[in-house]
C-alpha cells in the first residue's frame, strides 16, 4: 500500500502501471483524482496552500486502506497526496485501487476518498481577492460516510 | 508530566504557535485536560480552545476524544476539522 505526500506532482499513468506491475491476479483498476477548481462557494480562488501533520497523514492514511482491504478483497491501493503552494488546475490527490474485478475496486476507492476527507490530518487554505482563509470542513463529507455504515 | 504539544492549521495560526513542550500539574490526566489547561492562559488560547470550537484532537498522532488518558512524553495536537482531498 504505497502512500506518499509530496508537493510535486504525480502522473496517473505511470502510478497505475507501478500499481499493477506484475499482478496478472488485477482485472479492475479504480482510481480518483481531486484537482484544484478555481471557484469554492463563490470565491474565485488564485492559489491554496495544503498543510498537513507530517507521521499521522501516513498512519491515518495506513489505518483507512486496511480498513477498505478487510471490506473488500482488493489487490493493492495506493494514495498520493500533495502539500504545499497548489494552483487551480493542479491535482491535489490520487486514490487508486487493483482488485480482480471492478466492483471491489469502485467501492473501495470510494472509501478510500471519503474517509481521507474527513480523518486525514490535512487542511487547506484558500487565496481569494478578499483575503486568504480556511476552507471549513463541509457537514456533506460527513454524510458521504454514513453510506459505509453497514 | 512532561509532554510534547502540536498546533495545526488556522489554530496554529491564531495561537502563532507551532508546538511547545507543556510541564503539567498532576491535576490534567487526560487531552481533554490539556485543552483545559490551555484555555486557562485566557485571551486568545480561551478564544481558539474555548468551548464549542470545531477542534479536533490527537493522542500519539492518532484522531482522539478528550477522556483519553495522557501519558508521559506523549504528543498531544489540536487542529481544526481536516479538508483534505
Same mark, same amino acid.
Given at each position: 500500500?504505497?502512500?506518499?505526500?509530496?508537493?510535486?506532482?504525480?502522473?496517473?499513468?505511470?502510478?497505475?502501471?507501478?500499481?499493477r506491475?506484475?499482478?496478472?491476479?488485477?482485472?479492475?483498476?479504480?482510481?480518483?483524482?481531486?484537482?484544484?477548481?478555481?471557484?469554492?462557494?463563490?470565491?474565485?480562488?488564485?492559489?491554496?496552500?495544503l498543510?498537513?501533520?507530517?507521521?499521522?497523514?501516513?498512519?491515518?492514511?495506513?489505518?483507512?486502506?486496511?480498513?477498505?482491504?478487510?471490506?473488500?478483497?482488493?489487490?493493492?491501493?495506493?494514495?498520493?497526496?500533495?502539500?504545499?503552494?497548489?494552483?487551480?488546475?493542479?491535482?491535489i490527490?490520487?486514490? @487508486?485501487?487493483?482488485?480482480?474485478?471492478?466492483?471491489?475496486?469502485?467501492? @473501495?476507492?470510494?472509501?478510500?476518498?471519503?474517509?481521507?476527507?474527513?480523518? @486525514?490530518?490535512?487542511?487547506?487554505?484558500?487565496?481569494?481577492?478578499?483575503?486568504?482563509?480556511?476552507?471549513?470542513?463541509?457537514?456533506?463529507?460527513?454524510?458521504?460516510?454514513?453510506?459505509?455504515?453497514? | 508530566?512532561?509532554?510534547?504539544?502540536?498546533?495545526?492549521?488556522?489554530?496554529?495560526?491564531?495561537?502563532?504557535?507551532?508546538?511547545?513542550?507543556?510541564?503539567?500539574?498532576?491535576?490534567?490526566?487526560?487531552?481533554?485536560?490539556?485543552?483545559?489547561?490551555?484555555?486557562?492562559?485566557?485571551?486568545?488560547?480561551?478564544?481558539?480552545?474555548?468551548?464549542?470550537?470545531?477542534?479536533?484532537?490527537?493522542?500519539?498522532?492518532?484522531?482522539?476524544?478528550?477522556?483519553?488518558?495522557?501519558?508521559?512524553?506523549?504528543?498531544?495536537?489540536?487542529?481544526?476539522?481536516?479538508?483534505?482531498?
Amino acid at each position: 500500500m504505497p502512500i506518499r505526500i509530496q508537493t510535486a506532482d504525480f502522473d496517473v499513468s505511470a502510478e497505475l502501471a507501478q500499481l499493477r506491475m506484475e499482478n496478472p491476479k488485477v482485472g479492475a483498476i479504480v482510481s480518483f483524482v481531486g484537482t484544484v477548481r478555481d471557484l469554492n462557494d463563490g470565491h474565485s480562488i488564485s492559489q491554496m496552500e495544503l498543510e498537513h501533520y507530517p507521521g499521522m497523514t501516513e498512519k491515518a492514511l495506513e489505518t483507512i486502506i486496511t480498513q477498505a482491504q478487510t471490506r473488500w478483497d482488493i489487490a493493492d491501493a495506493l494514495v498520493i497526496h500533495r502539500v504545499g503552494p497548489l494552483l487551480p488546475l493542479d491535482q491535489i490527490v490520487l486514490v @487508486a485501487v487493483t482488485s480482480a474485478h471492478r466492483g471491489e475496486a469502485f467501492k @473501495a476507492c470510494e472509501y478510500i476518498i471519503d474517509y481521507l476527507k474527513t480523518e @486525514a490530518p490535512l487542511w487547506k487554505k484558500e487565496q481569494t481577492p478578499e483575503g486568504a482563509h480556511w476552507v471549513d470542513a463541509r457537514d456533506s463529507d460527513d454524510t458521504a460516510l454514513t453510506k459505509w455504515q453497514l | 508530566m512532561k509532554i510534547q504539544c502540536r498546533f495545526f492549521a488556522s489554530v496554529r495560526e491564531a495561537l502563532n504557535e507551532t508546538d511547545e513542550t507543556l510541564e503539567l500539574p498532576a491535576t490534567v490526566h487526560t487531552v481533554g485536560d490539556v485543552r483545559n489547561y490551555l484555555r486557562e492562559r485566557g485571551g486568545v488560547w480561551e478564544e481558539v480552545l474555548g468551548e464549542g470550537r470545531a477542534l479536533r484532537m490527537a493522542y500519539n498522532q492518532v484522531m482522539t476524544t478528550p477522556d483519553t488518558p495522557i501519558t508521559a512524553d506523549c504528543e498531544v495536537a489540536f487542529f481544526p476539522p481536516v479538508t483534505g482531498g
